[in-house]
């Protein structure tokens, strides 16, 4: 019995797209809206945060993968700069020996030496020149 049944939903779940970071990002969302819902007590924002479940399961749950693929990439592709600044913050706090700055221009994370005042920076990739205080 148990056995037909996780082949079925097995069968099911084939070719379904699953979860990525847009998905996470909704639930997130989902869950800070139903959370500032019950502090508050406004209804309507507890339909908001249940339409966003459901939107998370049928993004999940859909056949239509390059199309939710598109939407992740369109996601990723919108948030880089907030994402690349997060991450050289956390760089940051474990290294003590150097600052991490964006480029302006490919938004690369430059590695610097602190404590050198005003420095001209030549991002590795784009090989753009740029000035920060280290």
Request: charged share 25%; with cysteine.
């Amino acid at each position: 019995m148990k056995n037909k049944l996780t082949e079925k939903l097995t069968r099911w779940l084939y070719g379904r797209y699953g979860t990525d970071e847009l998905n996470m990002a909704i639930l997130v969302l989902a869950l800070v809206i139903s959370l500032i819902a019950g502090i508050v007590g406004f209804p309507l924002l507890s339909c908001v945060s249940l339409g966003l479940l459901i939107f998370v399961n049928y993004r999940a749950f859909s056949k239509n993968i390059a199309k939710r693929a598109a939407e992740n990439k369109a996601w990723r592709n919108a948030t880089v700069v907030p994402r690349r600044t997060f991450k050289a913050i956390r760089m940051g706090w474990k290294d003590h020996d150097h600052a991490y700055r964006l480029c302006p221009k490919c938004h690369q994370i430059c590695r610097i030496p602190k404590g050198k005042g005003r420095i001209e920076v030549h991002c590795p990739s784009c090989k753009e020149g740029f000035e920060v205080k280290s």
